[in-house]
C-alpha cells in the first residue's frame, strides 16, 4: 500500500464540525461523552470542558471559517442550498475541503483523520495542544489503571469470601451440604466471567468497557457467555445477592 495514500479509521467522506474539532483535538475517545453533554448544540459552552480548553477553541476556529466563507459546507454530505444557516443542524464539511482549509490556514497542524502518516512525518511539528492532549491522556489511562486495580482488589476479597465458605462447608457440613462439581463450575464460571470483564480485552487490544452497575455486570456476562453453566440472568441474580449478602455479614 501506497503510505502517502494510508487512510486513518477516524477519517470520513465529509464530518459534522463538530466531529472535526473532536478529531482535531484529539479527542476520539471521549467522543460519546462529549456529544452526550452537547446533545443538540453545536459549540459547547465555556464551562462544558473546561479540562478540554481547546476543543472549544477548534470549534470555534471551523465556525469562524464556516461563517466567512473560508470553508465549504453542506447537508449531510451533499451540496447545501443557498441561504442555508451554518447552525443548521445537517451542516457538514466534506474531508477533501476541511484538509485543504487546514492546509491553508492552520500549516503546522497535521491531524491522523486528515493526513497520511508520510504527510505527518514531512512535517514534525508539535504543538502545545499536543502536548496537552497527550499529557492528559496520559492521566486518563493512569486514572483508568487505579480503578481496575480497585475492582481487581474488590474481587480478590470476594474471591477469598467464597473460598472460606467452601471451604467451611467442606469441614463443617454434610455430604448433602458440600459443593458439588456442578455447583462449583457455576461459581468458577462466574468468577472467570467476572475477571474477563475487569482485565480481559476485544479484538483490536483495548480492554472491555468497565460496567457500572450490577445490571451491566450481569447483561455482560449473559451476553458473553450466556451457554456457560450457570450464567443465566436468574442464576447471577441469585448469586450476587447471596454474595453481597455474605460480604455485608460482620459475623
Known amino acids: 500500500m501506497d503510505p502517502s495514500r494510508e487512510r486513518s479509521p477516524l477519517s470520513k467522506v465529509y464530518y459534522r464540525p463538530i466531529e472535526a474539532a473532536i478529531r482535531w483535538t484529539r479527542l476520539w475517545k471521549q467522543e460519546r461523552e462529549i456529544l452526550a453533554v452537547l446533545q443538540t448544540r453545536s459549540i459547547p459552552e465555556p464551562d462544558d470542558f473546561p479540562q478540554w480548553p481547546t476543543l472549544r477553541l477548534n470549534i470555534e476556529r471551523i465556525f469562524d471559517a464556516l461563517r466567512n466563507g473560508d470553508l465549504a459546507y453542506g447537508l449531510n454530505g451533499l451540496p447545501a442550498p443557498p441561504e442555508t444557516p451554518i447552525d443548521h443542524p445537517g451542516l457538514t464539511v466534506r474531508h477533501v475541503h476541511l484538509k485543504e482549509w487546514m492546509q491553508h490556514y492552520y500549516p503546522d497542524q497535521r491531524p491522523s483523520f486528515l493526513f497520511s502518516a508520510l504527510e505527518r512525518s514531512a512535517h514534525p511539528t508539535v504543538t502545545i495542544d499536543d502536548v496537552r492532549a497527550l499529557t492528559f491522556e496520559r492521566d486518563s489511562l493512569k486514572s483508568l489503571v487505579a480503578e481496575r486495580d480497585a475492582e481487581i482488589a474488590a474481587l480478590r476479597i470476594e474471591v477469598r469470601a467464597l473460598l472460606k465458605s467452601m471451604d467451611t462447608n467442606s469441614r463443617h457440613g454434610s455430604a448433602a451440604e458440600s459443593l458439588s462439581?456442578?455447583?462449583?463450575?457455576?461459581y468458577l464460571h462466574i468468577i472467570g466471567g467476572q475477571n474477563d470483564l475487569l482485565l480481559g480485552k476485544d479484538g483490536s487490544g483495548k480492554p472491555h468497557p468497565r460496567p457500572r452497575t450490577q445490571e451491566e455486570v450481569i447483561a455482560a456476562l449473559t451476553d458473553r457467555y450466556g451457554k456457560r453453566l450457570g450464567m443465566t440472568k436468574s442464576t447471577?441474580?441469585?448469586?450476587?445477592?447471596l454474595a453481597n449478602r455474605m460480604l455485608s455479614d460482620r459475623q
Not at 181 to 186: H, Q, T
Not at 236 to 241: D, H, M, P, T, V
Open 181 to 186: 462439581s456442578r455447583a462449583e463450575k457455576v
Open 236 to 241: 447471577l441474580e441469585n448469586k450476587f445477592a
